[in-house]
């Protein structure tokens, strides 16, 4: 059975739920709920397993923290055998607007602390998902911003951009990164 794995990225814990820089657990969160399963804490990370035509989906949210998310998606490439060609990672990004999204088969981290501990670990060539958080925030406020929580106005933006971000999901593990690419970037504006 052809196995793939989709990493969300964000910090564990109650205080980090609903912030920007957890923008990838929010997407997994839609899609578990979408797809009626559960996360269970397994190593590294909180686990759900679901399948799509015949191929088995794991989602992964890392506990290992954003600068270390690299850990868990080796353990579980590792773990399950998984072709790094079927790996998904899902992120914020500062440098899109709130709502919009980019996907892309491969490339830099873009100075983004998870990416960048991945690709240390496993290199560049996997597909990632960056959805934009905005940058509204004065010089030296990054840090503050990507920790801050998403307004009311701010999720009714962002919310038709995570169900898009899941339908980005099903056709990746469906009809493989060039097809998805192709069909969803247009619409990531």
Same mark, same amino acid.
């Given at each position: 059975?052809?196995?793939?794995?989709?990493?969300?990225?964000?910090?564990?814990?109650?205080?980090?739920?609903?912030?920007?820089?957890?923008?990838?657990?929010?997407?997994?969160?839609?899609?578990?709920?979408?797809?009626?399963?559960?996360?269970?804490?397994?190593?590294?990370?909180?686990?759900?397993?679901?399948?799509?035509?015949?191929?088995?989906?794991?989602?992964?949210?890392?506990?290992?923290?954003?600068?270390?998310?690299?850990?868990?998606?080796?353990?579980?490439?590792?773990?399950?055998?998984?072709?790094?060609?079927?790996?998904?990672?899902?992120?914020?990004?500062?440098?899109?607007?709130?709502?919009?999204?980019?996907?892309?088969?491969?490339?830099?981290?873009?100075?983004?602390? *998870?990416? !960048? =501990?991945?690709?240390?670990?496993? #290199? %560049?060539?996997?597909?990632? $998902?960056?959805? *934009?958080? !905005? =940058?509204?925030?004065?010089?030296? #406020? %990054?840090?503050?911003?990507? $920790?801050?929580?998403?307004?009311?106005?701010?999720?009714?933006?962002?919310?038709?951009?995570?169900?898009?971000?899941?339908?980005?999901?099903?056709?990746?593990?469906?009809?493989?990164?060039?097809?998805?690419?192709?069909?969803?970037?247009?619409?990531?504006?």
């Amino acid at each position: 059975m052809d196995k793939y794995l989709i990493c969300g990225l964000g910090n564990p814990g109650d205080e980090y739920a609903g912030t920007r820089h957890n923008t990838g657990f929010m997407v997994l969160d839609a899609f578990a709920k979408a797809s009626n399963i559960c996360f269970e804490d397994r190593r590294y990370g909180f686990v759900a397993e679901t399948s799509l035509k015949g191929r088995k989906v794991i989602l992964l949210k890392p506990t290992t923290f954003m600068n270390l998310s690299g850990n868990a998606v080796r353990y579980w490439l590792n773990k399950e055998n998984i072709d790094q060609k079927r790996l998904l990672v899902i992120s914020d990004d500062v440098a899109l607007p709130l709502g919009h999204f980019r996907l892309k088969a491969n490339g830099s981290n873009g100075g983004h602390n *998870g990416l !960048g =501990h991945i690709q240390q670990l496993i #290199g %560049q060539d996997y597909a990632r $998902l960056r959805m *934009g958080i !905005g =940058h509204d925030y004065p010089r030296g #406020g %990054q840090i503050d911003w990507v $920790l801050g929580h998403y307004s009311e106005e701010e999720m009714k933006v962002l919310t038709p951009a995570i169900e898009t971000a899941c339908d980005i999901i099903r056709s990746f593990v469906l009809a493989g990164i060039d097809v998805t690419m192709n069909d969803f970037n247009k619409l990531g504006k």
